[in-house]
């Protein structure tokens, strides 16, 4: 049947200690004293954090590699799971179509550009069903659920445990936060950040569009939320002259 609910997300697994973790990490590069005693005298959130953020901001990125998170997702699309499977430094365990069948009319999200639409709405949800009718069809005639799969489209609803560390979650929270990415990974995106950020409310301002942490935008279309690169360059130049 449809469901064009949001994405579910669930933070289910990360560090208890994150942020003395990382302190730790940022302080042994630069301290001669022991990393077990650095992390257990480590007790001023304030002074951890200035260090945290001044080493990231430096590019120190390794230091936060040490964070390992995972989300439960579900009520998604396979178009929206074939971009973030896309991405590095990720490991995902997802609802397999060539072991689980298909029982009755399939669950999948109608795109919001389509579910505006009244007509081109009844279009879709009929050729779902058509889809839905041929697939159970194949199943019936004893074609494997591995084959049979072929015909279900990316508008499919799957789940997956997914997990990555800090680095890769900040990366892709910049690119998948930013206006120019498609809509429903946009928000499966933001449910992991905020899923997170609800219990370490200090990852707020890495967890943001790339413009909001760079100042600028990078993209070859910008969405206005922030001047264009080569116009702060522009502005700079004029003013030097």
């Not at 998604?76 to 590095?88: D, I, K």
Request: aromatic share 8%; charged share 25%.
């Amino acid at each position: 049947m449809e469901n064009n609910n949001k994405p579910i997300v669930s933070l289910i697994s990360k560090p208890s200690n994150m942020l003395k973790t990382i302190y730790t990490a940022c302080r042994t590069c630069y301290s001669a004293d022991c990393p077990q005693n650095i992390y257990n005298s480590a007790d001023d959130e304030e002074k951890m954090l200035k260090l945290i953020e001044r080493v990231v901001s430096s590019g120190h990125y390794s230091t936060i590699e040490h964070i390992q998170v995972s989300f439960a997702i579900s009520n998604v699309s396979r178009a929206c799971t074939h971009q973030l499977v896309r991405h590095r430094h990720m490991s995902f365990s997802q609802k397999s179509q060539r072991y689980v069948k298909e029982k009755g009319q399939f669950d999948y999200l109608i795109p919001p550009t389509i579910e505006k639409n009244p007509e081109l709405k009844e279009k879709f949800t009929n050729f779902m069903e058509e889809i839905s009718n041929k697939y159970q069809e194949f199943i019936e005639a004893g074609i494997p659920a591995e084959d049979a799969r072929a015909v279900l489209p990316n508008a499919t609803s799957t789940s997956m445990v997914a997990s990555l560390n800090l680095r890769e979650l900040i990366h892709i929270a910049n690119l998948r936060l930013c206006t120019r990415a498609q809509y429903e990974i946009r928000l499966m995106v933001k449910g992991m950040c905020d899923a997170l950020v609800a219990e370490e409310p200090w990852l707020k301002p890495y967890l943001v569009p790339k413009c909001e942490r760079y100042g600028f935008c990078d993209e070859d279309k910008s969405c206005g939320r922030k001047p264009k690169l080569e116009d702060l360059k522009a502005v700079s130049n004029t003013a030097e002259n």
